[in-house]
């Protein structure tokens, strides 16, 4: 059987799609033939506007994710606007950057809380459906270069991206058997509203873009591939994963 990287009648529930990462990924997947659940905290205008261009359906469920309290209602709320759910990206994330002297305990939960905790809560509650409808399905946990390096000034982005891809496995471990897959893309220096103080900051810019062999930073459209790829039958044989997509950052 040749592979198919077609996702007509899929439907994707994508966090934090209203802008950077997320958007892309949401636009690329509905290139690729996906309907979409929009979920997050601010309006998906732009996405939407995308996304039913190319003739998908859309629906934005709104929800802060820095608390597990909407975890239940989010998944709810897309089987009945959409249908079901075949695909969920992990996406929404966020930092907070200071010294680790000065490190506060909400620096810490405001990261660990949505980067980590709602990620394993949220892709639960939609296992759980897909186990209760007897079928599989993929899950796409966003990581990052801090899932594999230390990094400076962000100790709990880096606690809770390499959390993300031990979670990542762990899940895979436990998911393959019921056709459930589970991946990480981990991309590398994107120009997003995350990493513009990076981009302000003319020490750190030059620093980061002479250590990227392409020479430049990611645009959002260029997590698309990865994302259509391990949301498709392509990847069915494919669990506990992470596909580096950074401009060959981690070669150096
Ligand atoms: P971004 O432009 O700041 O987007 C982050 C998204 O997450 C936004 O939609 C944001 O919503 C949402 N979000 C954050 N906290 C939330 C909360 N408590 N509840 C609901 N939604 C929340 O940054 P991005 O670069 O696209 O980041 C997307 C993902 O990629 C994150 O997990 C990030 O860690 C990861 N990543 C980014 C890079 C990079 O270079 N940019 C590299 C590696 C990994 P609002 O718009 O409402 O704030």
Redesign the pocket.
């Known amino acids: 059987m040749s592979p198919s990287f077609d996702l007509s009648g899929k439907v994707a529930l994508v966090?934090?799609?209203?802008?950077?990462?997320?958007?892309?990924i949401a636009v690329a997947l509905a290139q690729a033939g996906a309907d979409i659940a929009a979920?997050?905290?601010?309006a998906?205008s732009d996405t939407e506007a995308r996304v039913t261009a190319l003739g998908r359906r859309f629906a934005w469920i709104e929800?802060?994710?820095?608390t597990i309290a909407p975890v239940q209602g989010v998944v709810d709320a897309a089987l009945e606007r959409l249908g079901r759910i075949d695909i969920l990206v992990?996406?929404?994330?966020?930092?907070r950057r200071n010294d680790a002297l000065d490190f506060t305990e909400d620096d810490w939960d405001?990261v660990v809380?949505?980067?980590l905790k709602?990620l394993f809560f949220l892709s639960q509650a939609v296992a759980r459906t897909l186990v209760a409808a007897g079928r599989g399905g993929k899950i796409i946990n966003?990581?990052?270069?801090?899932s594999f390096q230390g990094g400076i000034r962000v100790a709990s982005?880096t606690a809770?991206?390499s959390g993300v891809l031990g979670v990542t496995r762990l899940l895979a471990n436990e998911w393959a058997s019921k056709g459930i897959n589970v991946n990480a893309i981990?991309?590398?220096?994107?120009?997003?509203?995350?990493?513009e103080a990076?981009r302000n900051d003319e020490a750190r810019n030059a620093a980061i873009l002479e250590r990227i062999p392409a020479g430049r930073?990611?645009d959002?459209s260029d997590l698309g591939g990865a994302a259509v790829y391990l949301a498709s039958n392509a990847a069915d044989y494919v669990h506990g994963a992470v596909l580096p997509v950074d401009g060959g950052w981690l070669a150096r």
Request: net charge positive; charged share 5%; glycine share 18%.
């Open positions: 966090t934090g799609a209203n802008t950077g990462l997320g958007q892309g979920v997050g905290r601010s998906p929800a802060s994710l820095d992990n996406n929404a994330g966020t930092i405001a809380g949505v980067n709602t966003i990581a990052s270069m801090l982005y809770s991206k981990a991309p590398g220096y994107f120009a997003t509203n995350n990493t990076l930073w990611g959002p």
